[in-house]
């Protein structure tokens, strides 16, 4: 095992801090306002890049991304990047949800039309919900999602290795 | 210290700090862009990736660095590792937030070792950045440099060590508590531990 130096660095941060300049109170008043200023700029982002998901990975597109985790991955991201303006919706948890399940296919190998088409549509629903969709039936939308991936995703893999030993056994 | 609430009437001076701001997407720099603005700081460089934000590092003295933790080319781990490691003075000991929506599994162990002061949750509001900063700028953690790790003590929270595990720090109690060396309290003494008693004032 390796010495460990323990260094005390003073940051300069930390007289930022405690005197002078606006409250708290203030601060986050006037950062929400700047926030605000941007929201339609990001509104549009999201529904860009659900556009851009159906196109590529919805129900109607064509195989041509089928495997492509990176791609999806960075379109959720971006999502869950952008969603600060649309709180309450639950895009967010969805796009963490559609992350998660991407994640879990790359790593077991596994790519599940089906569940990256529904994931797709949660998105779309709960972005085009409004005030009438309301907070608990959201909730449950995207539980259903977590649902969804542990059965599937568990489905087709063992779908796969009941296959692989099937072939292994020459049956 | 880090980890308390802030209150409304703290107050904040952050018009002469220069801030890093780095993410490959756009309109997320733009939300961390109008939350600092916001928050009234004036100096604030934006890096769309970890080469970019490698020259504003080599060239500005900064106090506080807050990156994406997704990159496509180089992630924020490894910009803040390098950063620790192969930054140079007198960045290499700046404060630093990373921002992530989604962690994926083969990248927890880089979020935990990458040398951050906090972990920012995406989707974030301005209070949650701005709390961040306070608890960066109060608290007084020192940085450990050993070969496997260089950034500020991960060891804050003081849990001390697992259970059954023998701790490394003096304070740390032994994981074996041994034998009694004193007779066990009597049921009287215990009790008298939890009765109330008149006082004569």
């Known amino acids: 095992m390796s010495d460990a130096r323990i260094i005390r660095i003073k940051s300069r941060l930390s007289s930022a801090i405690g005197r002078g300049g606006i409250t708290a109170k203030e601060a986050i008043a006037r950062a929400d306002a700047a926030v605000e200023g941007i929201r339609q700029t990001l509104v ?16 109607s597109s064509p195989d041509g991304s089928e495997g492509d985790y990176e791609a999806l991955y960075a379109l959720a991201s971006n999502i869950i990047d ?4 649309l709180n309450g919706s639950l895009i967010d948890k969805a796009a963490y949800a559609l992350c998660d399940m991407v994640d879990l296919s790359a790593e077991r190998g596994v790519w599940d039309r089906q569940t990256v ?4 549509m949660v998105l779309r629903l709960l972005r085009n919900g409004g005030p009438d969709m309301l907070p608990a039936r959201r909730r449950r939308v995207v539980e259903g999602l977590r649902l969804v991936t542990a059965k599937r995703i568990g489905d087709v893999e063992a779908a796969r290795t009941a296959k692989a030993a099937k072939s292994a056994k020459g049956v | 210290m880090a980890g308390r609430q802030i209150l409304s009437s703290d107050r904040i001076d952050l018009e002469r700090v220069n801030i890093l701001i780095v993410d490959d997407n756009p309109q997320s720099l733009d939300i961390m862009y109008s939350a600092l603005s916001g928050f009234g700081v004036r100096n604030i460089t934006k890096a769309l990736s970890a080469r970019e934000a490698r020259e504003v590092v080599r060239k500005t003295t900064l106090d506080l660095i807050v990156t994406d933790a997704e990159m496509p080319e180089e992630n924020g781990y490894d910009l803040l590792r390098w950063l620790r490691r192969e930054g140079g003075d007198p960045n290499r000991f700046a404060p630093a937030l990373i921002c992530t929506g989604h962690t994926r599994l083969s990248q927890i162990l880089l979020a935990r070792d990458c ?4 972990i920012i949750t995406k989707p974030f509001t301005p209070k ?19 070969e496997a790790y260089v950034g500020p003590d991960r060891r804050f929270k003081r849990l001390g060590p697992p259970g059954g595990v023998r701790g490394r720090r003096k304070e740390d109690v032994s994981a074996a508590l041994g034998e009694a060396t004193e007779p066990n309290l009597s049921q009287d003494e215990i009790n008298s531990f939890m009765k109330p008693a008149k006082v004569a004032i």
């Open chain 1, 44 to 59: 549009d982002a999201i529904d860009a890049i659900l556009a851009e998901m159906e196109v590529r990975f919805g129900e």
């Open chain 1, 82 to 85: 952008a969603s600060a303006c």
């Open chain 1, 117 to 120: 088409e529904v994931h797709i």
């Open chain 2, 115 to 118: 040398g951050a002061h906090f």
């Open chain 2, 128 to 146: 949650v950045l701005l709390e961040r900063i306070f608890w960066v700028g109060r608290e007084d953690r020192p940085f450990v440099e050993c």
